[in-house]
């Protein structure tokens, strides 16, 4: 089993910067992360492939970067220009590479941005 912890989670103010961590107990292949306001469902937010493309929701397009370390164990997301509306619980993903079926999920770490 794959273990996630995200880090990296606070206040901000709008147009403000945050960096979320996110540390796998293992290698694996795609990563990325997701976001989940107060009410509404979770979402995907950005996405980084086992070849390193990186996708992104169009809201974040251009203020979000996901990046992450060459043994794909860390995995970043620099939050710029953030907006009252990004203000989640975020929380980051991984598919193993045992089992590409499988997507494991970390504990999420706090995102809000106050206008």
């Known amino acids: 089993q794959v273990q996630l912890v995200e880090s990296g989670g606070g206040l901000v103010q709008a147009g403000g910067s945050l960096r979320l961590s996110c540390v796998a107990s293992?290698?694996?292949?795609?990563m990325g992360w997701g976001r989940q306001a107060p009410g509404k469902q979770r979402e995907l937010v950005a996405t980084?492939?086992?070849?390193?493309?990186?996708i992104y929701q169009d809201s974040v397009k251009g203020r979000f970067t996901i990046s992450r370390d060459s043994a794909k164990i860390t995995m970043y997301l620099q939050m710029n220009s953030l907006k009252p509306e990004d203000t989640a619980a975020y929380y980051c993903?991984?598919?193993?590479?045992?089992?590409?079926?499988?997507?494991?999920w970390g504990q999420g770490t706090q995102v809000t941005v106050s206008s």
């Open positions: 980084i492939t086992s070849d390193n493309r990186a």
């Open positions: 293992e290698s694996v292949l795609e």
């Open positions: 993903y991984a598919q193993s590479t045992r089992d590409v079926s499988k997507i494991y």
